[in-house]
């Protein structure tokens, strides 16, 4: 007898008489909220990302202002927004990306109650590489892309496309609990947050 064979035995004796048929209860679902947007701001500035909201005719300046002045910048195609003096993304390698200081990119949807902006890489957000490999991420989420919560925002992804999830700059504790920022992607995470115009 393998000792798989053995496991599955103790298993199914353990199991001898149990009654199938146990119901598994629903995740609970959060409050619904009165502000998601609001609930979504705060819940990315506890990832210690900076966050900054503003209406559609302002956010070209704000983009331009989250730069540093003469930062190398790439941008995906099909991004919204013009990004004066920035290149946009040609299949970079990690060589050439690293070269570039910040990367500014559109998400596809934002989760209230993770702080989480996820990407699928569609026009505006362009490969994975270039949202991980520059210093600085600014990210431009769209007021009515946040949704409430996970569930709420897996409806909205294609299974068959790549998605990152973005909860805050790069961060880790791997080493004696010590955070250290920027070993897995941005030290710098800029969410900026476009509210539909009054």
Request: glycine residues 8%; charged residues 25%.
């Amino acid at each position: 007898m393998s000792a798989r064979d053995d496991i599955l035995r103790r298993v199914r004796a353990a199991l001898d008489g149990v009654e199938p048929g146990y119901a598994v209860p629903a995740a609970p679902r959060i409050a619904p909220l009165d502000d998601v947007v609001g609930h979504f701001v705060e819940r990315v500035e506890d990832y210690k990302a900076v966050v900054q909201r503003c209406s559609p005719a302002d956010l070209a300046d704000r983009v331009t202002a989250a730069l540093p002045d003469g930062a190398r910048v790439v941008v995906p195609a099909g991004l919204s927004v013009a990004v004066p003096g920035a290149d946009e993304d040609a299949g970079f390698g990690a060589h050439e990306l690293d070269g570039y200081d910040a990367v500014v990119t559109e998400a596809r949807v934002g989760i209230a109650e993770t702080g989480t902006i996820i990407l699928d890489h569609g026009p505006g957000q362009g490969r994975r590489a270039i949202s991980l490999v520059p210093d600085l991420h600014v990210c431009i989420v769209r007021a009515d892309q946040v949704v409430p919560d996970v569930p709420d925002a897996l409806p909205l992804l294609d299974p068959a496309r790549a998605h990152t999830w973005i909860s805050g700059p790069s961060a880790t504790s791997d080493i004696e609990l010590n955070r250290v920022e920027g070993v897995h992607g941005p030290r710098t995470l800029v969410v900026i947050v476009v509210e539909a115009a009054p």
